[in-house]
């Protein structure tokens, strides 16, 4: 069985691989191609481009991207035809995504079209949920209000489940992490997560080492972690050097998960990162700056409350948000130092949300990985009989 996944972004990467593994669990003669980062890579498929060309966001970023991902889509379909896969899972990253299912539809290749994670119809573009059903076969959501949207506009959904519940950042030893990299007992540990975007580094970057610098001074018991990625690897080095400060920078996914399992706080930029800090219960705030008029559009665009997932499934503002123009050092260094605080109304508002989220989220019940990877196969199975 060939099964084609294309994942678009180091997140996607590691729900494909999670996806991936659960796959080789079920049957044992199935065979990988696609696109993804190095989690995916590590299950057993060779990417067909580095998947660093298509993580771009942001309005203004993506229009001079433009001719490198269109030519991407048009490799990509070539490979699919090429291949002939029993079927093909993009994951997240649907303007992308949805680009290479319109193409293969155009072109008539017959294979399985499904795609994993929902657009996020509930705060912009509502009229995706309508069209969807044109160009994939089957959508598997990660939250349980999602399917509600698609159904009715012949699409079927199943509601598979969050992978952060299955994160190894849950079982990661903290302690063995404090010894290998000898950080003495005194000291706190405190991440700084810039996004996995160049652009998200560029833009939070700066100010995160600002703050960094400042909370130095006034808390020199604080031991600073920085945990990236390979597609920014490069760029977050050079940085961190050139600001001249002491950051432990971490590369791998294993170091990243014990970090988190030992620290007392997070500078994070907006993302999945959240969620997987909620779980294991970090003090954490969310920070996040584009330019002017990406955040004009988007204000203007988008309907929701909040842009931290915690805060949109509780429907309540339990993790600060310092976006745009709240993004500034004076803002994050007194944030900061309120979740350094444990009796602080911040840090126990967060506890409390973050108990909440891990029972809306199933913790403790079956893996999304086992439940997606289980109505993969039955697709496919299905798919066959027409």
């Excluded at 093909?88 to 995504?97: G, P, Y």
């Excluded at 399992?261 to 907006?270: G, P, R």
Aim: net charge positive; glycine share 4%.
């Amino acid at each position: 069985m060939m099964i084609y996944l294309v994942a678009g972004e180091p997140s996607g990467d590691m729900l494909g691989a999670g996806l991936m593994r659960a796959l080789k669990e079920q049957k044992q003669d199935v065979k990988f191609a696609g696109v993804g980062g190095e989690n995916m890579e590590k299950e057993g498929m060779k990417s067909l481009f580095n998947i660093s060309d298509l993580a771009i966001m942001g309005l203004a970023e993506v229009i001079p991207s433009i001719p490198k991902v269109l030519r991407r889509i048009r490799e990509t379909v070539a490979d699919i035809e090429q291949k002939k896969p029993d079927v093909v899972i993009t994951i997240d990253s649907w303007s992308f995504s949805a680009r290479v299912h319109k193409a293969l539809r155009k072109k008539g290749i017959k294979v399985l079209q499904m795609h994993y994670v929902a657009p996020q119809v509930w705060a912009w573009k509502k009229r995706r949920a309508r069209t969807m059903y044109k160009y994939i076969d089957r959508l598997l959501t990660l939250f349980p209000n999602e399917p509600a949207y698609f159904t009715p506009y012949h699409l079927k959904t199943d509601f598979v489940g969050h992978p952060v519940i299955e994160s190894s950042m849950v079982s990661a030893d903290g302690q063995s992490f404090l010894e290998q990299y000898n950080i003495s007992k005194d000291k706190k540990v405190v991440l700084i997560l810039p996004g996995s975007r160049h652009n998200e580094v560029a833009n939070l970057l700066p100010v995160f080492l600002d703050t960094v610098a400042e909370l130095k001074k006034k808390h020199p018991e604080l031991f600073f972690v920085l945990p990236t990625v390979k597609t920014v690897e490069n760029r977050v080095k050079m940085m961190v050097k050139e600001k001249g400060e002491d950051i432990l920078v971490l590369t791998t996914q294993v170091d990243r998960y014990a970090a988190a399992k030992c620290a007392v706080a997070a500078i994070a930029a907006s993302g999945t990162v959240a969620l997987e800090l909620a779980i294991v219960n970090v003090p954490h705030l969310i920070a996040y700056k584009v330019p002017a008029i990406t955040a004009w559009l988007a204000r203007r665009l988008t309907k929701i409350k909040y842009v931290n997932l915690t805060n949109l499934l509780l429907d309540e503002l339990i993790v600060p948000e310092l976006l745009q123009e709240d993004c500034i050092k004076e803002k994050l260094l007194a944030t900061t130092e309120e979740l350094l605080n444990q009796k602080s109304e911040l840090y126990r508002r967060e506890q409390t949300g973050f108990d909440i989220l891990r029972k809306e989220l199933g913790f403790g019940k079956a893996k999304p990985s086992h439940r997606a990877a289980e109505i993969v196969l039955s697709a496919i199975e299905e798919y066959k009989k027409r």
